[in-house]
């Protein structure tokens, strides 16, 4: 089933990764806008969910979580995150610095020992001020699933111009300010292979994961419904195994199945 968030404030739902997780949707509420438009994105393709909405506003944002923060302060429970993820990239909004502010101001004010959460697929961190905005979260959480330029071109199809040695230069800029979140998966699509858990893939993308160094790096795979047939689960033996090898780079490694 495709999963279409509501907006601004969705939650709190029990991530598998992040604890419960008060989740943040600054995309508008009936459809979806993201610069990438993957093929197991549990939101669908972007064609099929073209949202009439617009995006909230700094204010909606600020006003409707703080309300939710005031009812879970009085009545529970208490959040171990809030995570902005939504109906597709989170930094699209033209207000995120400020939003960020406004979330780090709430944060401190209600629920002080919470965490704040960017899950983001790294398009937009060429941008200064949002780089700038990364780097005040907790969990920094950017999306590379490979250095291939031909696979990122067909399987995670980025809408604009995109270079992922660009994008590879300023996440190393970031360093230990950034957790590196990377789906495996097998299967096929338009009768190529999806399979980005052999040598081939796994390799070069460990040697960059080494050269950015990021505080953690996060693994996982298909989990819920994709908007096309022939994708497959990567086996927790094969992401076990994935794992120990960043472990290996004297790096943190979270598995996800």
């Known amino acids: 089933m495709t999963v279409i968030y509501p907006s601004p404030i969705f939650g709190p739902v029990h991530s598998r990764r992040l604890g419960v997780s008060l989740g943040i949707n600054l995309l508008p509420a009936d459809g ?36 939710q923060l005031r009812k879970m302060k009085a009545e529970g429970p208490t959040p ?38 960017v899950l983001t697929n790294a398009t937009q961190i060429l941008r200064q001020p949002v780089f700038d905005a990364l780097c005040k979260v907790d969990n920094n959480i950017c999306k590379l699933d490979t250095i291939s330029p031909e696979y990122i071109q067909r399987i995670d199809r980025p809408n604009a111009s995109y270079d992922v040695e660009k994008i590879i230069g300023k996440l ?22 999806a399979d980005n858990t052999g040598e081939a893939f796994v390799t070069p993308w460990l040697k960059t994961v080494a050269e950015i160094r990021p505080r953690e790096v996060m693994i996982y795979t298909i989990d819920r419904e994709t908007p096309t047939q022939g994708l497959l689960k990567a086996s927790p033996e094969v992401l076990d195994a994935i794992g120990a090898r960043v472990e290996q780079l004297g790096i943190q490694c979270k598995v996800a199945y």
């Open 172 to 193: 190393k800029e970031f360093g230990d300010r950034c957790i590196i979140q990377t789906m495996f998966m097998c299967g096929e699509y338009e009768g190529k292979s």
């Open 80 to 117: 171990d995150v809030f995570t902005f993820a939504g109906n597709g990239e989170p930094t699209l909004h033209p207000h995120f610095p400020e939003i960020m502010e406004d979330t780090l101001s709430l944060r401190d004010q209600y629920f002080p020992n919470a965490k704040v959460s």
């Open 32 to 67: 979806k806008c993201c610069s990438f438009d993957c093929i197991y994105c549990e939101c669908g393709f972007n064609h099929d969910f073209v949202p009439k909405q617009k995006m909230p506003t700094r204010e909606e944002v600020r006003q409707a979580l703080e309300a």
